[in-house]
């Protein structure tokens, strides 16, 4: 959302306000100026239970940022929603609105479902917005699977090429693996494919950066599975150490159960690093044979195979192309111009 915000900012001038659902908040707090950001930018935050009062809320903590952001003398001619239940009670401030969609839970693969409450919060949004904006076609089909039928426009995530870029390679032979341990990510099955292949004989090893809850099993199943010679874990890094990471792999590897528009897939391609994904939401509109293999979901042995054959046809991707590529698509310059043009297009309309 951040990368989102910097893009328009080329464009428009641009306040962020930052509405936080939080355990540990009873009713709603004041909107309160947050310093040390690149964008003027505050936060109001509001209590998530009862899951009904949390709605009304979310309405209440809304109000309180637009009239704290007023005071500032800013005045917005458009209002930029990242995700539904921000876009629900946005639609309520009288202004033009744009929401731009990433939830993967509208995708068929996602085990999640839309509770009523939800899907009342995702008609009342997308029927108010001028233009709905999912990251990835496949969403935009899963959002009218669900019902809702607004203006679309396709914008994906945004890359900073000023981080992500080629540069310096050691080439160093290893794999790498970026995001949260959840159950989306499909972990698991990267673990079990980097077994296959050492058992195939072949000599790959892993890092991995990220964490959550689900880390202390992941690292049981390394163990189980005889690969933790192979597999070294890193936790969360700074992104300016994930760019280095990214320009020193050989191949970056995800083998999401469900995904979107991943925004590791962007930052790695953007530095020149070739992607074995699995074929699932929305990564079949970002890998092609120039810049990688999709792969086949849940499925170590072919997770194992794409990998094998990439590395196998390593030099033959050419690693400033895809970077070249990858800037051209989701860099900041083109996405704040798609951006700029919807919010043209919303006070039009």
């Given at each position: 959302?951040?990368?989102?915000?910097?893009?328009?900012?080329?464009?428009?001038?641009?306040?962020?306000?930052?509405?936080?659902?939080?355990?540990?908040?009873?009713?709603?707090?004041?909107?309160?100026?947050?310093?040390?950001?690149?964008?003027?930018?505050?936060?109001?935050?509001?209590?998530?239970?009862?899951?009904?009062?949390?709605?009304?809320?979310?309405?209440?903590?809304?109000?309180?940022?637009?009239?704290?952001?007023?005071?500032?003398?800013?005045?917005?001619?458009?209002?930029?929603?990242?995700?539904?239940?921000?876009?629900?009670?946005?639609?309520?401030?009288?202004?033009?609105?744009?929401?731009?969609?990433?939830?993967?839970?509208?995708?068929?693969?996602?085990?999640?479902?839309?509770?009523?409450?939800?899907?009342?919060?995702?008609?009342?949004?997308?029927?108010?917005?001028?233009?709905?904006?999912?990251?990835?076609?496949?969403?935009?089909?899963?959002?009218?699977?669900?019902?809702?039928?607004?203006?679309?426009?396709?914008?994906?995530?945004?890359?900073?090429?000023?981080?992500?870029?080629?540069?310096?390679?050691?080439?160093?032979?290893?794999?790498?693996?970026?995001?949260?341990?959840t159950d989306a990510k499909g972990y698991e099955y990267l673990f079990e494919a980097i077994a296959v292949l050492a058992r195939r004989g072949g000599r790959v090893e892993l890092d991995v950066i990220g964490d959550g809850e689900r880390r202390p099993a992941l690292e049981r199943l390394v163990d189980e599975l005889g690969v933790r010679d192979r597999v070294a874990f890193h936790g969360i890094l700074p992104k300016g150490e994930v760019a280095k990471r990214m320009r020193q792999a050989e191949l970056f590897v995800l083998t999401s159960r469900y995904d979107n528009n991943p925004c590791v897939v962007i930052e790695a391609m953007a530095s020149g690093l070739p992607v074995v994904a699995t074929a699932v939401g929305g990564i079949p509109e970002m890998v092609d044979a120039s810049s990688g293999r999709l792969a086949t979901p849940r499925d170590p042995e072919r997770i194992a195979d794409e990998i094998e054959a990439a590395l196998d046809a390593i030099d033959s991707f050419d690693r400033a192309a895809i970077a070249a590529a990858a800037k051209r698509r989701y860099g900041r310059e083109h996405i704040g111009s798609e951006l700029a043009a919807a919010y043209a297009d919303a006070a039009r309309a």
């Open positions: 959302m951040r990368e989102h915000a910097l893009a328009a900012a080329a464009h428009a001038d641009v306040a962020v306000l930052h509405i936080e659902r939080s355990e540990d908040v009873r009713g709603v707090t004041a909107a309160r100026r947050i310093e040390g950001e690149e964008l003027p930018t505050w936060r109001a935050r509001y209590g998530a239970r009862p899951a009904v009062l949390s709605a009304a809320l979310s309405i209440v903590a809304t109000f309180r940022g637009r009239r704290a952001i007023r005071r500032s003398g800013f005045e917005p001619d458009v209002v930029h929603a990242h995700f539904f239940l921000a876009g629900a009670p946005a639609a309520l401030l009288g202004k033009p609105l744009v929401v731009t969609e990433q939830w993967s839970i509208f995708l068929p693969e996602s085990p999640q479902r839309l509770t009523p409450l939800l899907r009342a919060a995702a008609r009342f949004a997308y029927g108010r917005a001028r233009l709905v904006l999912p990251v990835s076609d496949a969403l935009r089909r899963g959002i009218e699977s669900a019902g809702a039928h607004p203006r679309f426009r396709v914008v994906p995530n945004v890359v900073d090429t000023s981080l992500f870029s080629p540069g310096e390679s050691t080439r160093d032979g290893r794999l790498l693996a970026v995001g949260l341990f």
